[in-house]
């Protein structure tokens, strides 16, 4: 009872503490303006090729780690949407491991600019760039169009932001809007 009582006591007080302004264009585009290369949120993109992974379901007597590959989310002939890519390298080395249809979206202008430039010098000029806001998808997407939504972080940015309960339910309906019927939104 004290526990769940603290417990409470603590979430009210981190909800009052001030949160970056993540969904604002403005804060990406001071931080990717001081950026000399791509920002990876998290980690590396490789590290989500081959991965290991605790099985909840395991006995903690046993081994809980299973091995995973992105490949098994991710179908290397899928239509694939990077939404939140920034300026990261994860769609160029995607594509160079086999996944060929990448389109990859952000709402700050120059961090899009730099990935493609990146890539575009790497020779993978048939990936796609948008500069969108990802809860603007339906303007520049049709409906039912991609595969997978591909998110190394934008979800973690959302939930962080100041507006993060208007934020997150409009990116997420944007987002499934533009997934097939059986497609998937990876979070990783």
């Not at 417990?7 to 303006?33: C, G, H, I």
Request: with cysteine; charged share 25%; net charge positive.
């Amino acid at each position: 009872k004290a526990f769940a009582k603290f417990k409470k006591t603590a979430l009210t007080q981190m909800r009052r503490l001030p949160r970056p302004p993540y969904s604002e264009p403005v804060y990406w585009n001071k931080v990717f303006s001081d950026s000399r290369g791509p920002i990876e949120w998290g980690s590396n993109v490789e590290d989500f090729f081959e991965y290991d992974w605790i099985d909840p379901n395991a006995s903690l007597l046993k081994t809980p780690k299973t091995k995973g590959n992105l490949e098994e989310h991710v179908p290397k002939n899928a239509n694939v949407l990077v939404i939140g890519c920034g300026n990261s390298d994860m769609s160029s080395t995607m594509y160079s491991a086999g996944w060929k249809q990448i389109t990859s979206v952000d709402f700050c202008e120059s961090a899009v600019a730099q990935a493609q430039e990146r890539a575009n010098r790497r020779g993978f000029t048939d990936l796609k760039w948008i500069a969108a806001d990802v809860r603007q998808l339906h303007s520049m997407l049709p409906s039912s169009s991609m595969d997978v939504a591909l998110d190394k972080g934008l979800l973690d940015a959302l939930y962080c932001s100041s507006d993060a309960e208007k934020v997150v339910p409009a990116a997420a309906t944007s987002v499934l809007r533009i997934l097939r019927p059986g497609g998937r939104w990876v979070s990783v």
